[in-house]
């Protein structure tokens, strides 16, 4: 990516994420606008490392999972993949919404269900910021795989799904 996309700080605070903190940051800096980059490592992902942390009680470990997924991925990416790696943090909690919710709904286990809202409603938040992200900055979303041939080019969504799958325990429906 050649420019990084920046966003309106007047637009972000009509988001409600972060609204004291950008309202701080719009009076400390005096600009108007900021970049994707500076965003993900000054509010996006202070929020969801807080929201994570939250989440460190007896039988919320379910909760945490995707948020550290995101934190993991947010943290350690480069400035040029960024908005690859949030559209692919996007499909991984769509997916986990889904995968959930099906869940919910065919299990009769009541600590089971409570697992699998838990799981649910993590990804949709994170999902939530996500979209929020995506819409203020106007990033486009880019087709990484067909740049390269498979051998040469590991894409940042194959990457982050291949751990998410890696790393949640196997569901059994049964």
């Known amino acids: 990516m050649s420019e990084t996309p920046n966003a309106s700080v007047k637009d972000l605070l009509s988001t409600g994420y972060f609204y004291e903190e ?7 800096t005096e600009s108007k606008e ?3 980059v500076s965003f993900n490592r000054d509010f996006a992902l202070p929020y969801l490392i807080g929201k994570s942390a939250s989440y460190k009680g007896p ?14 991925f947010l943290g350690n990416v480069n400035d040029g993949e960024l908005t690859e790696t ?3 943090l996007k499909k991984v909690a769509e997916s ?5 919710e099906k869940e919910i709904s065919t299990t009769d286990e009541p600590a089971r269900a409570r697992s699998c809202r838990q799981r649910s409603e993590s990804a ?13 900055f106007r990033l486009p979303h880019i087709v990484g795989k067909g ?3 498979d051998e040469e080019h590991d894409s940042v969504e194959d990457s ?8 949640i325990p196997p569901v059994s429906l049964t």
Not at 124 to 136: D, F, H, P, V
Not at 160 to 167: A, G, M, T, V
Request: glycine content about 4%; cysteine-free; proline content about 2%.
């Open 22 to 28: 950008l309202k701080n940051y719009m009076k400390s």
């Open 34 to 36: 900021i970049d994707l």
């Open 59 to 72: 039988g919320q470990t379910n909760r945490a999972r995707i948020l550290n997924l995101a934190v993991k």
């Open 86 to 88: 949030i559209f692919a």
């Open 96 to 100: 986990e919404v889904q995968v959930s």
């Open 124 to 136: 949709q938040s994170l999902g939530k910021l996500l979209t929020s992200i995506i819409k203020m």
């Open 147 to 149: 740049d390269k041939p």
């Open 160 to 167: 982050i799904k291949s751990y998410w799958e890696l790393s």
